[in-house]
């Protein structure tokens, strides 16, 4: 077996046992791959042997990836999970099967914009900004900008809102990240109640390291990268850094 072949394996029990332990179905939980630093052909590797959804955080690196996977399979699908800036929208739009990171209404009017001229339905999730840390991206759930994007998201129709997306505080013991998990389920049903046009179901949460603890609070998506593929190394992580400058 080869070593991405154990790690799914590896991640693929740790999950059943959550959705065991937590009484829910395995197949209510979608595994995204995330291949941020890692080449195209990890992708490709990963792509065979199952996984049908990868996540990316920069739009320079995956536009520079991209080209060494056309032509992409149809059935593949790759998220943006980073902070994107609204200039960069248009680009995205092009690059991406979906945005799991929409943090302003601006971005938001950008990509519908965007989206409308490429004659395009582009799925996002809302990141929300449970935690206190100044670093986190996101958005803060009870700011009046939210408001706004939750009341004009379903009239921006090249838009499709799928639901949440959160990242938990980095390092914080397991209740604290539990709990952050838990705010977000509990948004989700609030916001969901409260704007019965929007159609948010998925709840995107949990990475390598905690995402039984998602799985227990309703994690309709986790998010693993270095279970996945390995470490990230300092290099890769700059050269990206560097890229997306440039
Ligand atoms: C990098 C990243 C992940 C994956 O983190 P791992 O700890 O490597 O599994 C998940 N979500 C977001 C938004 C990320 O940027």
Redesign the pocket.
């Known amino acids: 077996m080869s070593h991405l072949a154990e790690n799914l394996a590896r991640i693929e029990e740790r999950i059943e046992r959550a959705c065991r332990t937590a009484g829910r179905l395995r197949s209510d939980v979608e595994l995204?791959a995330?291949s941020?630093t890692f080449p195209a052909e990890d992708i490709l590797a990963a792509e065979a042997l199952g996984i049908t959804l990868f996540?990316e955080?920069r739009v320079q690196e995956w536009s520079q990836k991209v080209t060494s996977l056309s032509p992409k399979h149809e059935s593949t699908k790759h998220h943006l999970?980073?902070h994107l800036q609204s200039n960069k929208a248009a680009r995205a739009v092009e690059l991406f099967d979906g945005i799991?990171?929409l943090d302003s209404l601006k971005l938001a009017e950008r990509l519908n914009d965007a989206a409308a001229k490429l004659g395009k339905r582009l799925p996002v999730l809302i990141e929300v900004k449970l935690s206190t840390e100044e670093t986190k991206?996101g958005l803060d759930p009870d700011a009046v900008d939210t408001a706004q994007l939750l009341e004009r998201l379903p009239d921006l129709s090249n838009l499709e809102t799928h639901g949440l997306?959160t990242?938990a505080p980095w390092g914080a013991p397991d209740d604290e990240t539990r709990a952050c998990f838990r705010a977000l389920h509990e948004l989700r049903d609030k916001w969901a109640a409260a704007h019965p046009r929007l159609n948010i179901q998925t709840l995107s949460m949990g990475?390598?390291?905690d995402?039984e603890l998602a799985i227990a609070e309703g994690a309709t998506r986790i998010?693993?990268?270095?279970?996945?593929?390995g470490k990230?190394t300092p290099e890769a992580l700059r050269a990206a850094a560097e890229m997306e400058q440039g």
């Open positions: 995204m995330v941020k996540g955080n999970i980073g799991d990171s991206a997306m990242i990475m390598s390291g995402f998010r693993v990268g270095t279970a996945l593929f990230r």
